[in-house]
């Protein structure tokens, strides 16, 4: 079995302020290129995991290694630097600068990362790549973002995370501002952007509709101790 | 660095309304601060060009500094005269070289007009010990002969052999003219950026004789003397307002002074100028340093409203930070990308400020010298006042880091979900 991209162990986090723990997870990997569906209601810790997993929170005990290395391991600025270079983000909505441009938003990340530059080649050229596999018109490339609607936004979102092949991409309810429609559309080209860069896909939903098409489904309930109780 | 610049510049576009007004204040206030430096300093300058040269300057007893005002700068109250004998007893005294004798008291049309000897276009220096040129004409011979000093002759626009009537006083009222008796202009000074500029020069006789008709300030009613009936009289003045003094050495100065202090027949005092001009720059310093702490009030406050304004936005910017940090942005890159943009604003309003009063200084320079005398130098910013732009930037610099400390803690404490 090759190494996992993503392995928790003996994890427990609790807000500063708060008694109980908030988190705790005994174990929790993910193979390279795996395709998760995490799904868990509201309160259920799937915000304060991905804050985990992408290195903004430190958890009080366990550890968590993401492509081999434990984040413990790395000062703040380090794990700032290792989750441009590996981890590509998406979120429910708003994820667009809205000032900028919808190429310029997409090569945000190869701004922050020279691994993701690199990676990437030639950025426009992968940009553009990725925005036409997403269905983009180069109409759009130049207009600011806040002209797009929510659904070309989330598409630009996913070009975003996976412009220069991160290993890991995280998506926290991307498709919730969508339409039906429009959400199995937009798993669809995520899901096939993200195997045709090999990387794994953490998928955060409350919509156990959009479960279907995953290898892997996970509940909150399962990994998380104090969510089960 | 090189990769927040264009961010930050690309965000500061976007918010182009609020940061252009907040630009604007601080331009203003960095040219008013600059402008009221230049004043002061280009004030000072004219100040101590206006004499040179002189030792002394002799007049009744009384306060130095009125006398001063009054003989050089032709400001003030009238002080005192004395007597013409002791001018003469002065001008006689072993250690004087030269003496130029002053009579002050009439104008012409808001210009002081100046009674003198011919010795004041021989002796009088100014600013670096510079004589007295004439661009035009030569100077008085004639009896109801004036020279034009080069404001007067250009404001009114006077030319050699115009007709002049002097006023009595400074105020021009009816029936105060001396309108019985015109002056020729025969000779304009060349410029010399001092009061001089703003003068009429006639002779000590002509004073006299335009006021021999004349009794308490008014004309002798029933009662003229034609111009050509006056040279019958003895013009010889009664007495001046004051008289200039250079030594044979500057070593005798003080001796003089004494010897003038202790004169038998009147009461008279002999002032240093440079000591009078230092006296009365100390007065005025309380006032320019007032001048100067208040608009460097006003800069402070035009940074509180950059500050306010930066502040104010992050909230709306919240969620541009968050995106930001999930895409590789550390919390010190945001605090770099927020202080940055505070001193660019501060750097551009102070480039715009200079800029504004190097264009109010052109336009507005020829109406100052015109009203006030005040010879504003086209000069790129001197020393104190890059001083003083340093500071501006500096404490800009310093403000803007207060808005970049908020956006680091807003940063820490949003992860990459703002709480909006």
Redesign the interface.
Known sequence: MSLPVLLLENLLFRWPDQATACLEIAEFRVAAGEQVFIHGESGSGK?TL??LI?G??TPQQGNIAALGQPLSALS??AR??F???HIG?I?QQ???????SVL?NVL??C???ARRSQRAGDPKQAAATLLQHLDLDAALWQRPASQLSVGQQQRVAAA?ALIGRPEIVIA?EPTSALDAARQTAFLDLLQRECAAANAALLFVSHDLRLAEGFGRQVEMGQINRVAAT | MT?LLP?AL??A??RRYTLGLTLIAIALSVTLLLGIERVRQDARDSFAQAVSGTDLVVGARGSPMQLLLYAVFHLGEASNNLDWDSAQVLAAHPAVAWTIPLSLGDSHRGFPVLATTPAFFEQFRYGDKQSLALAQGKPFVGLFDVVLGAEVAQRLGYKLGDRVALTHGMEATAGTEHADKPFSVVGILARTGTPVDRTLHIGLEALEAIHLDWQGGAPIPGFAIPPELVKKFNLTPKSVTAVLVGLKTRAGVFAMQRWVASYRDEPLMAVLPGVALAQLWEMMAVAERTLLAISALVVVVSFAGLVAVVLAGLGERR??LA???????????LFTLLALEGGAVTLAGALVGVLLLTVLTFALGPWLEAHYGLLLKMAAPGFEEMRLLGWVVLVGTLASLLPGYRAYRLSLAD???PRV
């Open positions: 915000s991905l804050n992408a903004v929170l703040a600025a700032d630097r989750r441009v270079d983000l979120f708003f994820n667009l600068i809205p000032y900028l310029d945000l990340p701004r922050f990362s975003r926290d | 990769h961010l690309k965000s576009w976007n969620r541009e995106i930001l940090r999930a895409n590789g942005a550390r919390p010190r890159d992860g990459l979900t």
